[in-house]
């Protein structure tokens, strides 16, 4: 992680720093960020794919300046924390053991959870399994799925007026598919350029995508992510998501083990289903939950199609925000996700 990406000079010489931490066990070492006081209430933010510690930022330093100690953890098989080989290490009661660790090493009080794409999915699992961890959830771009995040379920809720069976059999999910039937091929063309995938990979949403075939759903017909290139076209990253030196740490942060680890996440679906099987209630959730949609998000969005009708049913206390962004709304609309859990927070007196 270099210096300037934890300065806080991206965002202001003002605001809170974020201190680079480490916490091991014998079975995995997390490495993340801390901000703000050691004896504030804990908020803890969990990124997704392809991501890390560092897509927190604005959040981190706003609840830090507001009294919350803030955490964000590298996920396992990101940057600094522990990436085994073995595509099991990577199911969900593997990730869900190693927030608990990280949990304990806080001091083990009940936090505020917050999630984003297969961060909304640890988190939603750490609720379900360990609730005792948690007064609240945040889940961003990503609904929970008290039966397990499996593609057999997702692909149950596809919009089939967007996505014909015939054409489109996975819909949006045939990436998803093609981790699993292409594992080898698909790490190939993510790993042969990373600083352009990545910077193709993070662009802001599009009201003209709603509605429209997500290029996520061709990538089997495709021959890859990328067709017959097999690499990322050039692209300079969007300065307006990332700062120019978080931009640059979070290519450095796959330096190591590639995206080998992270692809790995996508290929556990027998596993994760029969850990979600563990969860008491059948996974219900009655603690409070706020979900936050991006109104254009291709893959994710709950508007309109029946993606968020398992998280309705099983969440008590759903509370619920839709804003004008695509998946990458953490950084897309920064003040906007801050205010919409700021203002949840005060709502549930937490």
């Given at each position: 992680m270099?210096?300037?990406?934890?300065?806080?000079?991206a965002?202001?010489?003002?605001?809170?720093?974020l201190?680079s931490?480490?916490?091991?066990?014998?079975?995995h070492?997390?490495?993340?960020?801390e901000?703000?006081?050691?004896?504030?209430?804990?908020?803890?933010?969990?990124?997704?794919?392809?991501s890390s510690s560092?897509?927190?930022?604005?959040?981190?330093?706003?609840?830090?300046a507001?009294?919350?100690?803030?955490?964000?953890?590298?996920m396992?098989?990101?940057?600094?924390?522990?990436?085994p080989?073995a595509k099991?290490?990577y199911?969900?009661?593997?990730?869900?053991?190693?927030?608990?660790?990280?949990?304990?090493?806080?001091g083990g009080?009940p936090?505020?959870?917050?999630?984003?794409?297969?961060?909304s999915?640890v988190?939603?699992s750490?609720?379900?399994?360990?609730?005792?961890?948690?007064s609240g959830?945040v889940l961003?771009?990503?609904?929970?799925?008290?039966?397990?995040?499996?593609?057999d379920?997702?692909?149950s809720?596809?919009?089939?007026d967007?996505?014909p069976?015939?054409?489109?059999?996975?819909?949006?999910?045939?990436?998803a598919r093609?981790?699993?039937?292409?594992?080898?091929?698909?790490?190939?063309d993510l790993?042969?350029?990373?600083?352009?995938?990545?910077?193709?990979?993070y662009?802001?949403g599009?009201p003209a995508?709603?509605?429209?075939?997500?290029?996520?759903?061709?990538?089997?017909?495709?021959?890859?992510?990328?067709?017959?290139?097999?690499?990322a076209p050039?692209r300079?990253?969007?300065p307006?998501?990332?700062?120019?030196?978080?931009?640059?740490?979070?290519v450095k942060s796959?330096?190591?083990?590639?995206f080998?680890?992270?692809?790995?996440w996508?290929?556990n679906?027998?596993?994760?289903?029969a850990?979600?099987?563990?969860a008491?209630d059948?996974?219900r959730?009655?603690?409070?939950?706020?979900?936050?949609?991006?109104d254009?998000d291709?893959?994710?969005?709950?508007l309109g199609?029946?993606?968020?009708?398992?998280?309705?049913?099983?969440?008590r206390?759903l509370?619920?925000v839709s804003?004008?962004?695509?998946h990458?709304?953490p950084?897309?609309?920064?003040?906007?996700?801050?205010r919409a859990i700021?203002?949840?927070?005060?709502?549930?007196?937490?």
């Open positions: 270099c210096a300037a990406a934890l300065s806080g000079t965002w202001g010489a003002s605001t809170p720093p201190s931490r480490t916490v091991s066990t014998d079975r070492t997390t490495h993340y960020l901000s703000g006081p050691a004896d504030g209430p804990l908020i803890v933010f969990v990124h997704g794919f392809p560092l897509i927190w930022r604005a959040q981190m330093e706003a609840f830090a507001e009294g919350w100690r803030c955490i964000a953890p590298d396992r098989g990101y940057g600094g924390s522990s990436a080989l099991d290490a199911a969900m009661k593997e990730i869900v053991k190693d927030m608990a660790e990280l949990h304990d090493h806080l009080n936090a505020v959870w917050v999630g984003h794409d297969w961060g999915i988190v939603g750490l609720a379900a399994h360990e609730t005792k961890r948690c959830v961003t771009s990503w609904a929970y799925f008290p039966q397990g995040n499996s593609l379920t997702l692909v809720l596809v919009d089939r967007i996505y069976a015939d054409a489109y059999p996975d819909g949006q999910w045939d990436y093609y981790y699993n039937t292409h594992f080898d091929q698909a790490i190939a790993d042969t350029d990373k600083a352009a995938y990545l910077a193709s990979a662009r802001s599009s995508s709603v509605g429209t075939v997500s290029p996520m759903a061709k990538v089997t017909r495709n021959g890859g992510r990328f067709g017959a290139a097999h690499r050039p300079q990253p969007d307006a998501l990332w700062p120019v030196a978080d931009f640059e740490a979070l796959f330096d190591a083990h590639g080998r680890p992270p692809c790995s996508y290929v679906d027998k596993a994760n289903i850990y979600a099987g563990e008491p059948e996974g959730l009655s603690l409070p939950v706020l979900f936050v949609n991006g254009y291709q893959i994710c969005s709950i199609n029946r993606q968020g009708d398992p998280m309705r049913a099983a969440c206390d509370s619920f804003l004008p962004s695509g990458w709304l950084l897309e609309r920064k003040a906007e996700h801050i700021r203002d949840w927070l005060d709502r549930k007196n937490l």
